[in-house]
């Protein structure tokens, strides 16, 4: 897996350590390689959860519609990103925008907001999420 962090951290372009299939995890930018998703932030392990938020249930990464990148939380996009995040609107609920860090697994938006748990490998998602929703979705 590629690990790459533009902020200067503990991983240097190039390095490589276990993955999942199907996503590499890379911290401050984000390219599609290889027809690999590519998750960026300040990621922790190689299940999409970050330093902002770690739990055993922190395994999705979002697709900002800004830049077409994932992340694993909006504040990982904002440390990363000199722009302001974009909503993804109630009209595009049917895009691919949440990624399954267990399974590398890309969801709908719609999709995302209504189960609890992946559909493909039943992985659970932290319900808080919802919560904080809006950052991502219109409601």
């Given amino acids: 897996m590629l690990v790459e962090d533009r902020q200067g951290g ?20 984000s390219r599609r390689q ?12 190689d299940q999409t959860r970050c ?24 504040l990982c996009h904002e440390h990363a990103e000199t722009h302001d995040a974009a909503q993804w609107t109630v009209a595009e609920r049917q895009q691919k925008a949440v990624l399954c860090g267990v399974c590398s697994t890309e969801l709908t938006i719609e ?5 609890e748990s992946c559909p493909s490998c039943h992985a659970p998602f932290n319900e808080g999420c919802r919560l904080h929703s809006r950052l991502y979705f219109e409601d």
């Avoid at 770690?54 to 697709?63: L, N, S």
């Avoid at 999709?111 to 189960?115: M, N």
């Fill in 34 to 45: 290889g027809g690999r998703v590519i998750v960026c932030g300040e990621t922790i392990d």
């Fill in 111 to 115: 999709s995302y907001l209504a189960v």
């Fill in 10 to 29: 503990g991983h240097h372009i190039g390095a490589r350590v276990a993955g999942v299939p199907g996503f590499d995890v890379v911290s401050g930018c």
């Fill in 51 to 74: 330093v902002h938020y770690g739990t055993p249930r922190d395994v999705i990464a979002i697709k900002f519609k800004c830049c077409r990148r994932y992340y694993s939380c909006h």
